[in-house]
Structure formats: structure tokens, C-alpha cells
């Protein structure tokens, strides 16, 4: 089993800076897994966010976010990070965080999901 906890998400204004968390337990997690987020809006479906490797730090984002967020993680700590700079009013949604051994974007790469953080950015 493998747990996933979301924190940071809120109400913030277009322009402002938030920072997402999301640590990770359970016997069955590994900290050589890939860690990363998807989103999903009001009346849309689930899309990829962002993902980052273990060893090599590789990472991977949406072109929707592509250069305004980024994704870090501390593997001392298993938590990944989601910091997302220039917030546009469309990046609001609830934010998941997902891991498991593959590396993608699509949903179907990841087994193991938070339960979600909601996002509001304010114009």
C-alpha cells in the first residue's frame, strides 16, 4: 500500500506564487519511483501536470505549465513539490499527486493517487 498526502493548495491571485506538497508512506512505496501531479478542473477531464524521476531528477511538464511551474522532490523525506509560479485563473482545479514505477503522462502510468488538493487562482 502506498499513501499520498496533498498539502498547500488554497485560493490565490493570477500572478501570486503557491507551493504544493505531497508526502508519500507505506510498505509498498519506493523511493526510486516516479512522483508527480495531474489536475483536474470543473467540467474537464484529469490532465497531466508535471512528473520527476528519483535517481536522475528528470522531469517532464504539460505545455500548459511548461516554464511557469516546477517540480521538486527530497527523497530524504519522500515528498515531491509543486511550485507554481504566474498562476493563470485556468490552472484552478483539485491538484493529485500520483507515483508508481512508470514514467508518463498519461493517467494510466501511475497506480497510486492522492486524494487531492484544491487550487483556486483569482483574477
Known amino acids: 500500500q502506498v499513501q499520498l498526502v496533498e498539502s498547500g493548495g488554497g485560493l490565490v491571485q493570477a500572478g501570486d506564487s503557491l507551493r504544493l506538497s505531497c508526502a508519500a508512506s507505506g510498505r509498498t512505496f519506493s523511493r526510486s519511483y516516479v512522483m508527480g501531479w495531474f489536475r483536474q478542473a470543473p467540467g474537464k477531464e484529469r490532465e497531466f501536470v508535471a512528473a520527476i524521476t528519483s535517481i536522475d531528477y528528470r522531469t517532464l511538464y504539460s505545455d500548459a505549465v511548461k516554464g511557469r511551474f516546477t517540480i521538486s522532490r527530497d527523497n530524504a523525506k519522500n515528498t515531491v513539490y509543486l511550485q507554481t509560479n504566474s498562476p493563470k485563473p485556468e490552472d484552478t482545479g483539485v491538484y493529485y499527486c500520483?507515483?508508481?514505477?512508470?514514467?508518463?503522462?498519461?493517467?494510466?502510468?501511475?497506480?497510486?493517487w492522492g486524494q487531492g488538493t484544491q487550487v483556486t487562482v483569482s483574477s
Open positions: 500520483v507515483t508508481d514505477r512508470s514514467y508518463g503522462v498519461k493517467s494510466g502510468n501511475y497506480e497510486f
